[in-house]
């Protein structure tokens, strides 16, 4: 196997992981990564740090949203699911987007995360518990209408446990 991208990186650019995922969930370049992070106070190369960076957290995100996208009632393969870049607290994490429309008459987006141990959910499943929880909880999110996406997922386990395939994907 590959040595993994996390391993090779430095204590010191271990801290701007955050910002590389950001970047990646946003659709930003180098180039705004790098202005977002020297705005932050942050010495970074782009060339030896950003750049590989983007490419590697791009494929998991590619792979995390391949493993749950599909049909509702269709189970998540978990066995596809990307590992997390850090110890998460249950054994499958999954991102779900929430739209709605704000006081101008634009959408909205925020998200959730939500943990589970269990491996025999489907997409449907995990969209109603994202509903459940923020109907069950007014206070916090204030939402009455709204729509739920599942959009990625990762799983919690040892570098030691996945392969690396042909096609970039890390697997169980």
Excluded: C, H, K, W
Excluded at 132 to 158: C, H, K, M, R, W
């Amino acid at each position: 196997m590959a040595i993994p991208f996390l391993n090779t990186i430095t204590r010191a650019n271990r801290r701007l992981i955050p910002f590389i995922r950001r970047a990646v969930r946003e659709g930003m370049s180098s180039r705004q990564t790098e202005a977002a992070i020297r705005a932050a106070g942050f010495r970074v190369s782009r060339a030896r740090f950003i750049v590989p960076a983007l490419r590697e957290y791009n494929q998991l995100e590619r792979q995390g949203r391949a493993a749950v996208s599909g049909n509702r009632a269709r189970r998540i393969n978990t066995r596809r699911l990307p590992p997390a870049a850090t110890r998460i607290a249950q054994q499958y994490s999954y991102r779900v987007r929430i739209t709605t429309i704000g006081p101008d008459g634009f959408p909205i987006e925020s998200y959730i995360q939500l943990g589970t141990d269990r491996s025999d959910l489907t997409r449907g499943m995990l969209e109603d518990m994202a509903r459940d929880i923020i109907t069950a909880s007014p206070e916090t999110y204030g939402l009455d209408q709204f729509e739920v996406e599942l959009e990625s997922g990762i799983q919690n386990a040892t570098l030691s446990e996945y392969n690396l395939t042909r096609a970039g994907n890390i697997i169980r």
